[in-house]
């Protein structure tokens, strides 16, 4: 197939739940693609994780079709589900919610860093754990 | 209902824990745009109502802690914007329309209604998860060649078929029978509703596979919309698929390729007997046909 790309949309959706609604309508709607497809795609796709946060790269084309591939959760699921979190400290500098450690830390940042800008692991490793301070976790 | 767009550009290294906040203050979901190699936009949406001047005080307040937790974060913005809420999925089809191309094909989505004359061949498909919609330059060259050189009754192999858009073309056409091959799993199903929506099932076999080297049978034509990487490789497989008097059309080619395919043609006995152009956005597209040089 002769594709030539339009454009990438990066989204972080719910698995399983996604809508016409924002991120994804106007989000995608430069690219005039079938939005009830990749919705009915993507949520029949995800559903297996459904609730879960994940990270989707859609790649639309010229002649308006479109593909998209489901990445790597975003390093915040990653680090709840590693805490047995649901939610981060609405005060992370007050409320710690629970403890990570640093092999823990590594392990997502290793998980993430194909997804990320970098091949640097102590770029992606600070990354994480400001993300898991953010939240209010104790790294350990 | 109106729609709070944030829109938070802060470094890469920040991104995370930032998408992360937002979506912990009920985004649906957020959208990540890369600026450069180190930052990045985030955008959220809200409904727009007396919340959002909190959800903004609460934004910053995150943002100024973010290098108290290691997070290099300057420079750093949030901009607000007012969005309509529009019927999006119904938008992305107002400037779809019937499309004529060639002698005979309208291509028409399948919500059109249109009535049309005898000798006009409608193929209806709706642009999808499949390449091939008719709005791409190789696509309309590929269908105007295959249109002026199908004859009836004959056997053709698609190579990479996509939506499925040549296989009907082909069939439409009065081809007897279409192998269409295409490698990328998530195209079947999208071919296969097309054969239906257009009543040519029975005519045509899909299969999941690695282009013409798939197939044994021998074929009038076989067309592949492809790109020219794609194109060079299966070109030594062609002259034992071809009948005698068959033809190789392919789409999917830019100018600046056109003399390599040529010189594989000429390597592998075929000779290049037609090519037709289109330009797009500065880019011009090639189709070509090809057939067995004669001895």
């Known amino acids: 197939m002769a594709k030539k790309v339009a454009g990438e949309v990066k989204l972080q959706l719910v698995s399983g739940q996604a809508t016409p609604q924002p991120p994804v309508g106007p989000s995608l709607a430069p690219y005039m693609i079938n939005l009830q497809e990749f919705i009915k795609t993507f949520n029949a796709q995800t559903q297996q994780q459904s609730g879960m946060v994940v990270t989707t790269i859609i790649t639309c084309y010229s002649d308006r079709s479109f593909t998209f591939t489901v990445k790597s959760p975003p390093a915040a699921v990653l680090l709840k589900s590693a805490a047995k979190i649901v939610k981060g400290s609405g005060e992370p500098n007050r409320n710690k919610v629970a403890n990570v450690t640093k092999d823990q830390i590594r392990e997502i940042a290793q998980t993430k860093l194909p997804d990320l800008n970098t091949t640097d692991i102590e770029a992606a490793i600070r990354m994480v754990e400001g993300t898991a301070r953010s939240m209010g976790l104790n790294v350990t | ?295």
Request: charged share 25%; glycine share 6%; with cysteine.
């Open chain 2, 1 to 295: 209902m109106h729609w709070a767009q944030i829109t938070v550009t802060t470094t890469l290294e920040a991104s995370e824990a930032v998408a992360n906040f937002l979506i912990e203050m009920d985004a649906c979901g957020v959208e990540h745009k890369d600026i450069s190699d180190t930052s990045t936009s985030l955008i959220a949406y809200y409904p727009l109502d007396d919340r959002v001047n909190t959800r903004l005080n609460k934004l910053r307040n995150f943002l100024a802690k973010l290098p108290s937790w290691g997070l290099q974060t300057h420079p750093t913005k949030i901009d607000l914007k007012r969005i309509e809420s529009e019927e999006w999925t119904e938008t992305w089809k107002t400037d779809i329309q019937p499309q004529r191309i060639g002698n005979n094909f309208l291509i028409v989505p399948t919500w059109h209604k249109i009535s049309t004359d005898d000798t006009t061949v409608q193929i209806r498909i709706d642009p999808g998860m499949a390449f091939g919609t008719g709005y791409h330059p190789t696509t309309r060259l590929s269908l105007e060649m295959l249109e002026q050189t199908i004859k009836p009754n004959c056997q053709i192999a698609d190579i990479g078929t996509g939506s499925g858009i040549l296989a009907i073309a082909a069939v439409k056409l009065g081809a007897k029978h279409v192998d269409a091959i295409e490698i990328d799993e998530t195209a079947i199903p999208v071919a296969e509703n097309n054969f239906s929506t257009n009543s040519v099932e029975g005519c045509i076999s899909l299969f999941q596979g690695d282009g013409i080297k798939s197939l044994t049978g021998k074929y009038d034509i076989i067309v592949g919309n492809i790109l020219t990487k794609v194109v060079i490789p299966i070109i030594p497989y062609c002259p034992s698929r071809l009948k005698p008097d068959g033809h190789l059309i392919f789409s999917g080619i830019l100018e600046t390729e056109l003399n390599d395919v040529k010189e594989v043609l000429i390597e592998n006995g075929l000779e290049c007997d037609e090519v037709t152009r289109q330009v797009e956005d500065d880019i011009m597209w090639i189709a070509l046909r090809a057939k067995l040089a004669k001895p």
